[in-house]
């Protein structure tokens, strides 16, 4: 085996954010680690032979994102705000449309992956 055949593709939902931001450069920086997609609301600011930046704004409709999640080994999730960044109200939506992103990202990821040849 080649170490390609052994190398994972990896997505990371949330990349621009302290916890996801650390996800990303551990990652880039991995040999096991074939590609990096990010999908995330702005661009992560990186450039990387191995990063796929997808944009996304709509988290609580994340169906366009069957193809980009059907093509990964594993999914990381670090979307979210921190508190006082946003109103009370604000950090409460935010906080239900990302639980129900999040179970909707890990039922996808979990499928096994289709050969990406």
Do not use: W
């Not at 006082?84 to 939506?93: I, K, M, N, P, Q």
């Not at 239900?96 to 992103?101: F, K, R, T």
């Amino acid at each position: 085996m080649t170490v390609t055949e052994n190398q994972k593709r990896l997505v990371i939902v949330g990349a621009t954010g302290m916890v996801g931001g650390y996800a990303l450069r551990y990652a880039l920086d991995h040999p096991a680690v074939e590609l990096v997609t990010t999908i995330g609301r702005r661009k992560v600011g990186v450039s990387h032979s191995k990063l796929n930046e997808v944009l996304h704004q709509d988290f609580a409709d994340c169906s366009a994102l069957a193809g980009v999640l059907s093509r990964q080994d594993a999914a990381i999730f670090c979307l979210g705000t921190y508190t006082g960044s946003v109103s009370d109200v604000e950090l409460r939506t935010i906080t239900q449309v990302i639980q129900s992103s999040s179970h909707e990202f890990c039922a996808r990821a979990a499928r096994p992956r289709r050969s990406h040849s």
